[in-house]
C-alpha cells in the first residue's frame, strides 16, 4: 500500500529519487480564445514516439527546505514518487516536481500526491497550485487536466536557443 507523507530531515535523500523515462507520443496544442482556454491533443505516428529523460537534479534539501514542502509516496520504506511545492507568487503554491518511478506510474500515485500536496497548500494559506509541463509531454499534460488543473498560460520562447527548441511549456492551474 502506498502512503504519502512529508519527508523529514531524516529522509531527506528521499528527495533525490531518480528520474525515469516517459513516453512522448504526441503533443498538447492549447488556444486561447475570447477569455478561455481550450486545447487539442496531436498523437504521433508510431515511427515518431520515443522516450524522454530527465538529467536527475540532486536537490539540495537543507537549501531548499525553508520555501518547500517535500512530499513522498512510500511503498514501505521504499519512496517511489515525490512532489515538491515551492511557496509562489500570488496565491498559488508552486509545483515544482513531480515524479513517480516508473513500475508505479498508472496506479494513483500521482494523483495521490496531488491531493497531499492541496492539504500542504491549504495549511500554508494558498489558493491553489500552479506548475508547468512540455507540450510534448502528452501523458504528464492530461494527467495535468485529469487531476483538476487547467490551463492558464502558454510559454513559446522558454526553449529557444536550447536543444529543446520547438518546444513550448503549458501552465497549469488547480484552485482549491
Request: aromatic fraction near 12%; charge should be negative; proline fraction near 3%.
Amino acid at each position: 500500500m502506498i502512503v504519502i507523507r512529508e519527508i523529514t530531515p531524516a529522509r531527506k535523500s528521499d528527495v533525490n529519487i531518480p528520474n525515469e523515462p516517459f513516453p512522448l507520443f504526441g503533443r498538447m496544442v492549447p488556444a486561447y480564445q475570447d477569455g478561455s482556454w481550450s486545447h487539442r491533443c496531436v498523437l504521433f505516428e508510431e515511427k515518431d514516439v520515443s522516450e524522454m529523460c530527465f538529467p536527475d537534479e540532486n536537490y539540495d534539501y537543507d537549501e531548499m527546505r525553508e520555501n518547500s514542502v517535500f512530499l513522498g509516496a512510500y511503498d514501505g520504506e521504499a519512496c517511489v514518487g515525490l512532489a515538491i511545492l515551492q511557496d509562489g507568487m500570488c496565491r498559488y503554491m508552486y509545483l515544482y516536481d513531480l515524479k513517480v518511478s516508473r513500475a508505479c506510474r498508472g496506479q494513483g500515485v500521482g494523483r495521490a500526491l496531488i491531493e497531499k500536496a492541496k492539504e500542504a497548500c491549504k495549511t500554508k494559506g494558498y489558493r491553489g497550485i500552479y506548475t508547468q509541463g512540455q507540450d510534448n509531454n502528452l501523458g504528464a499534460c492530461r494527467f495535468y487536466l485529469k487531476a483538476g488543473f487547467r490551463i492558464g498560460g502558454l510559454d513559446t520562447e522558454v526553449y529557444k536557443g536550447t536543444k529543446q527548441e520547438g518546444k513550448s511549456d503549458i501552465f497549469f492551474y488547480l484552485d482549491l
